[in-house]
């Protein structure tokens, strides 16, 4: 009779919090579907992403009165606004031919799906099913941590290609000039050097020097480099020496990177406690204390 009534309280308390979760979706859903769409505004990067070099959208080709999995596509990215995020992601993720954006959007839906049966299967519930639509977020998380792999291998290189224009730069040469000296004498082409050939490109086709250089910036979305850039504007418009303030900035960057390395350095003591205490403190009191326990069981301590 107890375990009846446990089982009925919990059943009870499990529909109440499905019912307040279910609530706060419906009211989700229903606002992003009911609001207008968000202002463009023209320096954000999501603008960038679909504009950029004249490119059309990925999403393009989707048909409104084709199959089932268009008409799907179309209703996502129409309710949740994903073309110009996903647009937005894939160029921080320096738009690989695999995954497309509307690939990053066919997995959304799959690990989504995938996720609602698994729950379903195991519960038997149509109602916690539900939840497996946390899934749909899964993709980005991925491909987030794949933008910071791109940004990591950037940042390696940049404190050297900064020193090595000042160099340049110091021996007469134009910034423009000594950046395309730098990439033609670059035996390992590295993201940063496959970006600032994009802005180079980008000036030939038209672009101004100091939008070719924001655009730089915004697709790269590191503070580091939008201070480079913020440099160079500055040194043009002001007529100060680039030479000077190229410098100046690899020395900060350079403390900068010694000091995080030392901070992460700090924290491995710390972190260390983690598996020290899941793993090794527990086999050591095992072999410690497993021959006394054994002796103990079998007929005393003998002693």
């Keep these: 009779m107890t375990d009846t009534l446990l089982t009925g309280q919990f059943v009870h308390y499990l529909l109440l919090v499905v019912g307040v979760l279910g609530s706060v979706a419906a009211y989700t859903a229903i606002h992003r ?3 207008p769409p968000p202002a463009v505004d023209q320096s954000d990067l999501a603008l960038l992403a679909k504009k950029d070099l004249g490119m059309s959208s990925a999403f393009s080709g989707l048909n409104p009165n084709g199959s089932l999995l268009d008409r799907l596509d179309l209703f996502l990215l129409k309710t949740l606004h ?9 160029m921080m993720m320096g738009r690989p031919n695999k995954p497309s954006p509307l690939d990053m959007l066919h997995l959304k839906e799959m690990a989504a799906a995938g996720l609602v049966g698994f729950i379903y299967f195991m519960t038997g519930s ?6 497996g639509l946390v899934g749909f977020l899964i993709p980005d998380l991925l491909s987030r941590e794949r933008v910071r792999a791109r940004q990591a291998a950037i940042m390696r290189s940049f404190p050297t290609f900064v020193d090595m224009a000042a160099l340049t730069i110091e021996a007469g040469l134009d910034y423009m000039t000594a950046i395309d000296r730098i990439l033609k004498n670059a035996k390992i082409k590295t993201e940063l ?5 994009k802005m180079l490109n980008e000036i030939s086709l038209g672009y101004s020097r100091r939008d070719a250089l924001k655009r730089l910036a915004m697709r790269t979305g590191l503070q ?7 440099l160079i504007i500055q040194s043009d418009e002001l007529g100060t020496s680039l030479v000077e303030l ?9 403390f900068r990177r010694l000091s995080k ?36 069981i079998t007929g005393g301590l003998g002693f």
């Design 261 to 296: 390395a030392e901070k992460l350095a700090a924290q491995a003591s710390t972190k260390m406690l983690i598996p020290l205490f899941i793993f090794i403190f527990p086999t050591v009191f095992i072999m410690m204390l497993a021959p006394m326990m054994k002796s103990l």
């Design 82 to 90: 994903l073309d110009v995020k996903l647009e937005e992601l894939h």
């Design 126 to 131: 149509p109602v916690l099913g539900i939840f």
């Design 33 to 35: 579907l009911l609001s």
């Design 193 to 197: 050097e496959l970006e600032l050939g």
């Design 224 to 230: 580091e480099m939008r201070s480079f850039v913020g």
């Design 246 to 254: 190229l410098r100046n900035y690899a020395t900060d960057m350079r």
